[in-house]
């Protein structure tokens, strides 16, 4: 009887012990991954949901190398302090690799290349390219590429607003002549406004890339690794068609 008791009593003990490190295991696979959720087709709300190519493209990762996700909605520009402060573990957020947030971050491989896209009233002839900026108000996200590129002309009078839809708002109640976004949310917006339409400058490209802390090389090679699977296999292809029509 003594033994059986004592036989209990371990393997209790044993299966506590299991059902303890399965549970640190499963707490430690979470990945908190910080977008914002405002940059449609890469990150947008539909319903409560965050969805979009990048919301895709980090779920495949993320199953390729065995962890689970958790999004967090963060506004754009606390993305790299809520990084460095480690309330996120990544960044996906349409978010391009630049020269200035590479001294603070890690970027991935790039997953998608993109350029600055001009947006104005559709009856609007005469801005047709950067060159017609000057002299304009143009809305730009704050902190976004296009406030660094809209900020580099001079004679524009710029607005700087919190996110794409606010400068797009503005733009639709004639507060302003053009607002400077990526070109893939500005394809989105014009498709969804027929009272504005998109204009593709000719700055140069930029790419995006997927955010990390400067410490964290082991799992940059990880996304490294699975993105190049992605790519292999044919699973960025499908991203791609199902969001980019
Ligand atoms: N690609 C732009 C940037 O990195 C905008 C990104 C975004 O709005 N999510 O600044």
Redesign the pocket.
């Known amino acids: 009887m003594k033994k059986i008791i004592g036989f209990l009593l371990v393997s209790v003990f044993i299966l506590s012990i299991v059902a303890c490190s399965k549970k640190k295991t499963e707490e430690e696979e979470v990945l908190y991954v910080g977008t ?1 959720a405002e ?1 449609p087709p890469f990150e947008y709300l539909l319903e409560n949901d965050i969805v979009g190519f990048d919301v895709d493209l980090v779920s495949e990762i993320a199953l390729l190398i065995g962890k689970k996700i958790e999004f967090k909605n963060i506004a ?1 520009d606390g993305l790299l302090p809520a990084l460095q402060a480690k309330k996120i573990d990544i960044i996906i ?4 690799a630049t020269e200035e947030r590479k001294q603070f971050v890690n970027f991935s491989d790039k997953y998608y290349v ?1 350029k600055q896209a001009i947006l104005v009233a559709a009856d609007n002839t005469t801005i047709v390219t950067f060159d017609s900026l000057p002299g304009k108000s143009v809305g730009v ?1 704050l ?3 296009g406030d660094i590129a809209v900020s580099a002309l001079s004679d524009v009078d710029i607005k700087r607003y919190n996110g ?1 839809s606010e400068a797009v708002l503005a733009l639709k109640a004639n507060k302003i002549d053009a607002v400077v976004v ?1 070109s893939e949310p500005a394809k989105n917006y014009s498709a969804q406004n027929p009272e504005i339409k998109m204009l593709v400058s000719d700055l140069i490209e ?1 790419e ?1 890339a997927i955010a990390l802390r400067k410490d964290e090389t082991e799992l940059l090679d990880q996304i490294n690794i699975a993105l190049q699977t992605l790519k292999d296999n044919g699973t960025y292809d499908e991203l791609v068609i199902k969001h980019f029509k």
Do not use: I, K, L, R
């Open positions: 914002n940059f754009f957020a349409g978010m391009t993109s996200v902190g976004y590429t794409t990526d930029e995006y």
